[in-house]
């Protein structure tokens, strides 16, 4: 019972990075200093004509989003407010998560998915190896036990020993 | 049964995957299906024609349907991009033919700051309607991925031509020839 606890945390914990935003939302704190926001966002958003992160991008349309991110700041917005303003001026794509609806929503429910599948399998999976690992312990037990003629040879030779 | 049933369960919930991955990255790249169909000659109709976009300057929106029975030379473009800043002159040219042949030239901005789209307008004297695709949606239903693109519609609402790139005079005259007589 305690081994396919042990399983199903594992489990949990390799698939918790799959999901999309899993660890993004601890990041969107509203707290930050001006400084530290810049870069903050353009790691979590997106340059939309070269779809990669703000962050590592360098063309015009990225600079100005940079540029546009920085207005803000000054304006003295905060991080979700800067982000309400990019989606309202380049779409959701900006995010770079995917929506909620259509294919999109395939990010979120594979992982799900793929973790249910995984726990189906270790149900039906663990039962069985341990069943078999009973089966071996129990087919090794007579073989570790002396004969007589052993046990004696033993006795004499620990105490030669003596 | 058991045994052999988790080997095939894994084979398929795997083959279902890679079937997913296929699907999901042919259906976010952009369509290429216009440019067969207008190379072929077979004129598809200009798609979201019902889609009403807000115009950039306020006011109403506005479908690509209005203007069914004229002439359209529909361009996206977005203020940062500099092959759009090189044709915009020629594009407001373009209008002032259009306009006495009941013909019009609508500019579409995505993927860009609306103040700074204004701006440009603005900065080039556009005269010609501006519509804003805050989403992307509508641009994405013609494929459009990069900037600027140009797509001639004729009076039946049908694409005759495609740019998928900076225009020049030549295309416009060839392009807006053929939307009339078509």
């Not at chain 1, 601890?26 to 703000?54: D, F, H, N, W, Y």
């Not at chain 1, 090794?140 to 020993?161: E, G, H, N, T, Y």
Request: charged content about 20%.
């Amino acid at each position: 019972m305690r081994g396919r606890a042990r399983a199903l945390l594992i489990v949990l914990a390799l698939s918790a990075p799959a999901i999309p935003g899993a660890g993004a939302t601890s990041a969107s704190a509203s707290t930050a200093e001006p400084g530290s926001l810049l870069p903050r966002i353009e790691r979590q958003v997106m340059c939309v004509t070269c779809k990669i992160p703000l962050n590592v991008a360098e063309s015009p349309q990225a600079n100005r989003e940079k540029v546009f991110i920085q207005e803000l700041i000054g304006q003295g917005e905060s991080e979700a407010q800067i982000k309400r303003a990019l989606v309202a001026q380049y779409g959701a794509t900006v995010l770079g998560l995917p929506g909620a609806h259509g294919f999109d929503l395939a990010a979120y429910l594979v992982p799900i998915a793929v973790v249910l599948a995984l726990l189906g399998v270790l149900a039906l999976l663990l039962p069985r190896w341990r069943r078999e690992a009973r089966g071996r312990a129990s087919r090794a037990s007579p073989s570790a036990a002396l004969d007589a003629s052993d046990a004696a040879r033993l006795d004499a030779d620990l105490a030669r020993f003596d | 049964m058991r045994r052999r049933a988790i080997p095939i369960f894994v084979s398929l919930a795997g083959a279902c995957l890679l079937a997913l991955l296929i699907y999901g990255v042919s259906a976010q790249s952009a369509s290429r299906t216009l440019d067969e169909q207008v190379a072929e000659g077979r004129y598809p109709q200009a798609p979201g024609a019902s889609h009403r976009l807000p115009a950039l300057a306020g006011g109403s929106a506005i479908s690509l349907a209005s203007f069914r029975g004229k002439v359209v030379v529909l361009n996206f473009w977005a203020s940062w991009c500099e092959p759009c800043q090189v044709e915009a002159p020629l594009l407001e040219h373009t209008q002032s033919q259009l306009e006495r042949h009941d013909g019009t030239v609508l500019g579409v901005t995505y993927k860009d700051v609306s103040s700074d789209s204004l701006a440009f307008v603005h900065q080039y004297h556009l005269t010609y309607p501006n519509l804003r695709d805050g989403s992307g949606g509508f641009a994405h239903s013609y494929g459009t991925d990069q900037l600027p693109e140009t797509f001639i519609i004729n009076r039946q609402g049908r694409i005759t031509a495609i740019s998928r790139g900076e225009i020049d005079q030549a295309f416009l005259n060839r392009a807006i020839t053929l939307a009339q007589s078509s």
